[in-house]
């Protein structure tokens, strides 16, 4: 079950809003004959890719094989036809279930349906590991909104921005805190999430491109947080990405494609809802700036921090949040915190993740 983990997370960048899965099928005589995983949104189950990897002359040892998938077999037709349906035709002796889907089209059902044709089946293995890695996915079909993971760099004092606020100017550009060596982890963190979003101000200010650049993986999905129509239509973000959500107030016009109507006083809770359900965004990276971290903090709209801390004091600026009181350190003695270079970061979770 841990190589089929393992192998899941090969599609960290690519696999949402669907889950990660891996899927390992071992002969009797306990050798690998088949692995893979869910590579991509819309694309073969991990199940499917397994079963394909397995070499013709092995293909006699499947009815005495196991399989280990890291969730539930799905039970439905959806953009791929159902892997309990093939696990059922082929019929191995056992099927070993990390954790059980929580899809309310699957959840229970493959289970059900591998034992009523005669497969052995059990459920619940490194269920505590797996929780966490599809935390985005499970928390989707719990809570109906995305995974949010709240993103800022401060100086050793405690400041996102050196500049007084007359010189943060629409245009001024960014304000670099962290040194080069950040760079492709501040990457894979944009890499990780589905969306990325930042608010008008910043939007103006840093004039950020928002995309992943040092490591080789997608582009998250811009959404750009502008309620009160401040953004005009020429704004490099708009131009250059036709996939943009334009969150804005009903009263103002936009040329993007895809919008989200919202108001300020709707509160944070009812934007993530609408994200979901609207363009079904699994997780957002929440870049900034500081007003609009600020807001998802005090409304507790967050599941995660990722922050950098830079060793260079600048003395005054734009102040960072703050960490809020209880927050917890990463399950299963994950590093919670580490360096790059000079950098160092810490990766902290909302205290209500603590049965994690
Ligand atoms: C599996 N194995 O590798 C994955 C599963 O639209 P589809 O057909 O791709 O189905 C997506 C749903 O299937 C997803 O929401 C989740 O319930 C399940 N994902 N199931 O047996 C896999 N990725
Ligand atoms: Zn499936």
Known sequence: MRTAMELAEHGQFTAAPNPLVGCVIVSKACRIIGQGW?????GPHAEVEAFESIA????????ESTWYVTLEPCNHEGKT???AALIERIKPKRVVIGMMDSNPAVTGGGMERLRRAGVAVEEGCLAGELAWQNRRFFWNAHEKRPWVVLKWAESSDGFMDGRPSARRLPGAGGFPITSEAARPMTHAWRALEQGIAVGAG??????PQLNVRSIEAPSPRIILLDPDGCIGSKHTLLLRNPS???VIG?????TATHTCAWRVSEGLDVLLERLYAQFNLSSLLIEGGASVLNDFLKQGAWNEVKRWTSPVAIGSGLPAPALPEGTLPLPDGRASAGRAGEDSWQNRLHPRHAFD
Request: charged share 25%.
């Open 202 to 207: 910043t939007a103006l200010i840093d004039e």
């Open 38 to 42: 869910h590579k991509a949104y819309g």
């Open 81 to 83: 036809p159902a892997c």
């Open 56 to 63: 013709p002359e092995d293909k006699a040892l499947l009815s």
């Open 244 to 246: 943009l959500i334009h």
């Open 250 to 254: 009903e009263t103002f016009a936009t």
